[in-house]
């Protein structure tokens, strides 16, 4: 029984050197695919539409004022950070007042892709004001990621926060990541305030999902196989 030291020993070192490579590698930041808006219509639900890099198209269906040029989306590490390379381009975005007509229930506000998209982003700008904190409640049970946030170019701020699924703001900014692979996302803007904004886009690197191994782990990973015919030999040398 003690000839399967040798043997054990060194596939638990193996495994245990797979595990902290795997474990330390770091993050890093890739460019994001921002939508481009085109067109939109103003209502209590209202509509917008617009494309994403690769072919993709968005709409989105929901409580809105129409487009707006205001947000500049800087400055950069405000809208930027984590897995999140940089902000958003200077172009119309969506406007929201959020809220509900009164007795109603709050509107469900969707965001639909054209073909399903890995760990979605999302910007979000002048979420609330210091006197009325507003929110994103996302109808989701993937894992909400703040990757980033801070002021605003045009009205300073803080960042916005997540809690659970939804993302809070009292003139909040920043930007969420949303894990999953997902052609649709939901939400809720339940509180009246004028007025914020948001757009959405991704990273075209996560294809296929993000949860296949990266290639440097997948290279370790047959390094030990490759290693495992010297070990057998040194435990057959140990039995004889």
């Known amino acids: 029984m003690q000839l399967k030291g040798p043997l054990v020993t060194s596939l638990s070192a193996l495994v245990f050197a797979v595990c902290a490579f795997s474990a330390t590698t770091p993050a890093h930041a890739d460019t994001i695919a ?9 209502g209590n639900p209202g509509s917008a539409s617009g494309t994403l890099a690769g072919g993709i198209t968005v709409t989105y269906s929901g409580q809105t004022s129409g487009l707006t040029n205001v947000p500049s989306w800087t400055p950069a590490s405000t809208f930027s950070g984590g ?54 409640n996302f109808i989701t049970k993937d894992d909400i990621i703040l990757e980033g946030g801070g002021p605003s170019l045009e009205f300073g701020g803080s960042s916005i926060s997540v809690s659970g699924s939804n993302v809070l703001g009292t003139e909040g ?32 690197t996560l294809t296929p999902p993000s949860e296949v191994p990266e290639p440097a782990t997948l290279s ?17 040398r140990l039995r004889s």
Request: aromatic share 14%.
């Open 83 to 136: 897995d999140i390379g940089n902000n958003p381009p200077h172009t119309p975005t969506i406007q929201l007042q959020g809220g509900t007509p009164a007795g109603a229930p709050p509107i469900t506000e969707t965001i639909t892709f054209s073909s399903a998209i890995v760990d979605p982003v999302f910007a979000i700008w002048s979420l609330g004001s210091p006197s009325i904190p507003a929110s994103f």
């Open 173 to 204: 900014n920043g930007v969420i990541r949303i894990d999953g692979s997902l052609s649709s996302i939901s939400f809720t803007t339940p509180t009246f305030e004028n007025y914020y904004a948001f757009t959405v886009g991704y990273d075209q």
């Open 34 to 42: 921002w939508a481009t808006w085109t067109t939109a219509t103003a």
């Open 220 to 236: 370790l990973f047959g390094l030990g196989l490759a290693a495992l015919p010297f070990v057998r030999r040194s435990f057959s």
